[in-house]
Each structure stands twice: as structure tokens, then as C-alpha cells.
């Protein structure tokens, strides 16, 4: 049993991470500034402090009353397309914010940081599967992924090189599940919830042009168990960069085919001309693929994907 603090633990990854910890006997503390989190989330068991971690003040009122052992850092603005519109609301909270989680781990004793970090700092890549070696140069393509970039490279300076706590960074690739973000809550919600809500509204899916671009969606439970390992393993702790996605992806279209439960091979033709699909302007900040490499997460956490693509999305539809 562990004094665990998750911060973002109102969130979608965060609060199943808190449930997680809780069902196997952790003593949860939870730091959310409600800004994207739900109150609804919450686990009676975890108790949350409603605070803004980019104040750095008082979130080390926090660490110091609470004393925790392992964090699961996840607080974050969390979605690419408003990183263009407040930028300096990106740097506030995923840089100096984890800034200030680093700075309270390090002087109340921390033992190690699980980071939430994303495939988002790979940007555009020739190759197709993606490594966590390879050069990232400017790539990255929107505040968002840089912010979440300059995070990964604060828990490699600020942690057990520097006299800070032990850190491990998780790049996550498409993460879904239950309490994914939904059109309900705003114009920014994930590629799934936007399907899922427009699926039970029998309303055609709308697809960001030119929907053949491929990304590797993992579900939140294999997420979640990437995190518990990670703050375990003894191979880790030096702020490695581990990706965590499936090492498969599909097509948007294949993703529309399986959320309206059709066949995977239904064509883009067949579903824009009966009304199922329609087209919606192009965006900024879209890669064409995403693909895991998983690798080194197989040899540092002995971890693999449990949950494959269409048996998650079957879940949820039902
Ligand atoms: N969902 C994905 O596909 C995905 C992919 C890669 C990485 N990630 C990372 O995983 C983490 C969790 O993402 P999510 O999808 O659960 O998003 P989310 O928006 O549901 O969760 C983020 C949580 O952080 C909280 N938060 C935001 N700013 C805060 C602040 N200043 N102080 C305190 N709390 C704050 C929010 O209220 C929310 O509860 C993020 O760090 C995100 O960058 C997510």
C-alpha cells in the first residue's frame, strides 16, 4: 500500500488511474483544477484537492500535508486544437506546471513520477512505426505536442540526475474508453466520443479529410496498467520515454466502419454515398500515422496491450 497522488485524477486517464489505485489498496490523493475534470468522477475513497498546479504555492501545501510516495502526473490541457488559440495557457500549465510537480516531488521526498506524455511530440515521420529514439527535430506540430515534449525533458532534468525523484515518462498513442471526452462537453472531444455521440444521435459521422489518415488507439485499461506497472518496475526510474500504444492502427474510415458496425473493409466511397459519412473541413495539426513501437515497454514493464481495437470499440457501443 502506497501514498499515491494523481494529478488530473478528475480526469478521463486520471480518475481510472485513482480507481485503479484505490481497488488495490492505495491510499489516493487527487489534484485537479476541475478545468476539463468532472466532479462525477471522483472516487469516494480518493480524497481530491481542487487546485490549479500551475501555482506553484499551493500545490506545495499540498505535498507537504499530504506527503505522498508515487505520483501519476496526467493533469494537463490535453487537446491540440485550442493549444493554437492559448499558447501561453499550454506553457502555464504542461510546462510550468510540471515544473512545480517536480519541484514539490523533489523537496518532500518523492520516490518516483509516472509522466503522461504523447505520441504528439513525434510530429510528421517518414518512418511508419514509431520509436522512442528516433530524432524528433521540430516536428512537432502544434503547442500542445511541445509543451507535452518540454514535460518529458523537465522529468529527465529535474528528477534522479538532479537529486529529484525517480521519473518514467509513458508516451500514450489515442487513448479510449468510458469516460472519454464527448461533443457534449465542447467542440474538442476525441475522434471515438465525436462518432460514439453521433452514432446514438443517428446523425452521419463526420470525418476530418482525408480520413485515411491511421492512428494506433490503445484503451484506457491497458493505459491504466502501463501506469501501475511503471510506477513498480525496477528497470525503470531514470526518466525513460516508453511508448504505450498497440502496435497496430486503423484508418478514420475503419474506425467509422466499426462504431457504425459494419465491416472493417466497408469503403470510404460506400460511406459517404449512403449519408453515413460526410466530410468536414480540414484541420491543423493532423499527422498522417501513428504506430507504436512497443518494444522497449514489453522489456522495461513486461507490458502489452490486452485489449485490441475492435473488442474495445464493441464495448463501448454496446
Ligand atoms: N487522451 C489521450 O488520447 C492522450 C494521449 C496522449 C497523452 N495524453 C495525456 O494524458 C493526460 C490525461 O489526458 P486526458 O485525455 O485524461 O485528458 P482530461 O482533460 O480528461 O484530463 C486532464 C485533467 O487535468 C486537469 N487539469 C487541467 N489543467 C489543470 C491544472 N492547471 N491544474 C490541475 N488540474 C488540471 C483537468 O481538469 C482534467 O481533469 C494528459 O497529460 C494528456 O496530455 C492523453
Known amino acids: 500500500m502506497s501514498r499515491v497522488l494523481v494529478t488530473g485524477g478528475l480526469g478521463f486517464i486520471g480518475s481510472t488511474i485513482v480507481d485503479a489505485c484505490v481497488d488495490r489498496g492505495d491510499n489516493v490523493i487527487s489534484v485537479d483544477d476541475l478545468s476539463t475534470g468532472k466532479e462525477k468522477y471522483g472516487n469516494p475513497k480518493a480524497l481530491n484537492h481542487r487546485v490549479d498546479i500551475s501555482?506553484?504555492?499551493?500545490?506545495?501545501?499540498?505535498?507537504?500535508?499530504?506527503?505522498?510516495?508515487?505520483?501519476?502526473?496526467?493533469?494537463?490541457?490535453?487537446?491540440?486544437?485550442?493549444?493554437?488559440?492559448?499558447?501561453?495557457?499550454?506553457?502555464?500549465?504542461?510546462?510550468?506546471?510540471?515544473?512545480?510537480?517536480?519541484?514539490?516531488?523533489?523537496?518532500?521526498?518523492?520516490?518516483?513520477?509516472?509522466?503522461?506524455?504523447?505520441?504528439?511530440?513525434?510530429?510528421?515521420?517518414?518512418?511508419?512505426?514509431?520509436?522512442?529514439?528516433?530524432?524528433?527535430?521540430?516536428?512537432?506540430?502544434?503547442?500542445?505536442?511541445s509543451t507535452k515534449r518540454m514535460g518529458e525533458m523537465l522529468m529527465r532534468d529535474m528528477g534522479k540526475a538532479t537529486g529529484g525523484p525517480e521519473t518514467v515518462c509513458l508516451r500514450y498513442f489515442n487513448v479510449y474508453g468510458p469516460r472519454q471526452s464527448t461533443t457534449a462537453e465542447g467542440p474538442y472531444a476525441t475522434v471515438i466520443g465525436i462518432f460514439l455521440d453521433q452514432r446514438?444521435?443517428?446523425?452521419?459521422?463526420?470525418?476530418?479529410?482525408?480520413?485515411?489518415?491511421?492512428?494506433?488507439?490503445?484503451?484506457?485499461?491497458?493505459?491504466?496498467?502501463?501506469?501501475?506497472?511503471?510506477?513498480?518496475?525496477?528497470?525503470v526510474g531514470n526518466g525513460e520515454i516508453i511508448n504505450i500504444g498497440t502496435g497496430r492502427n486503423y484508418s478514420i474510415w475503419e474506425v467509422a466502419a466499426l462504431i457504425l458496425g459494419l465491416p472493417l473493409g466497408t469503403s470510404s466511397e460506400e460511406l459517404l454515398t449512403s449519408g453515413k459519412c460526410i466530410m468536414t473541413p480540414p484541420r491543423r495539426g493532423e499527422v498522417q500515422e501513428t504506430l507504436a513501437d512497443i518494444t522497449r515497454a514489453k522489456t522495461l514493464l513486461a507490458w502489452e496491450p490486452e485489449v485490441s481495437f475492435p473488442d474495445g470499440i464493441s464495448r463501448l457501443r454496446s
Do not use: C, W
Not at 459521422?205 to 518496475?233: C, E, I, K, M
Open 200 to 235: 446514438r444521435q443517428g446523425k452521419p459521422l463526420s470525418v476530418v479529410p482525408d480520413g485515411n489518415q491511421r492512428r494506433d488507439f490503445t484503451a484506457v485499461d491497458d493505459v491504466v496498467r502501463a501506469n501501475l506497472l511503471a510506477s513498480l518496475s525496477p528497470k
Open 55 to 145: 501555482d506553484a504555492i499551493v500545490l506545495e501545501k499540498v505535498f507537504e500535508a499530504e506527503r505522498p510516495e508515487i505520483i501519476f502526473h496526467t493533469a494537463a490541457l490535453a487537446r491540440i486544437q485550442p493549444s493554437f488559440e492559448n499558447p501561453e495557457r499550454y506553457f502555464a500549465v504542461n510546462a510550468v506546471g510540471t515544473k512545480n510537480v517536480l519541484a514539490a516531488a523533489k523537496k518532500y521526498g518523492v520516490k518516483r513520477i509516472v509522466y503522461s506524455a504523447s505520441s504528439s511530440a513525434y510530429g510528421e515521420q517518414d518512418a511508419s512505426s514509431l520509436t522512442e529514439d528516433m530524432k524528433l527535430g521540430a516536428q512537432a506540430a502544434h503547442p500542445y505536442g
